[in-house]
């Protein structure tokens, strides 16, 4: 991922993050809101996100809006080409890539046993 941000701008601390997480509304819609957020910042745009992680792109521009709401920051700069993460979305969006990958990795693992 490219951006164009010092991603030490923003701190995002894991008290923070599990704070802001409290605060969205179900736990269900807590980690589709993530899930939006990274797939946008990784892809672009709300209607390629809502295409790879099979949303509709209203669906995940209300997940992205929730994130931003409680945050009270823009996650995402806006423009007609599409949308870029600020340095706080960047970091959201690396976080929240890291949980999804952990917990693939643990549902492998459980399917072990």
Known sequence: MRHRYDLSQVPLTAETSLIAL????????RLKSLRCAAAVARLGSTMRAAEAIHLSQPA????????????????FERSARGMLATPLGVRVAQRADALFEQLALGALQAASL
Request: with cysteine.
């Open 60 to 75: 995940v521009t209300r997940g992205v809006l929730e994130l931003e709401r409680f945050c009270g920051l823009p996650l």
């Open 22 to 29: 409290r605060e969205l509304p179900r736990s269900g819609d």
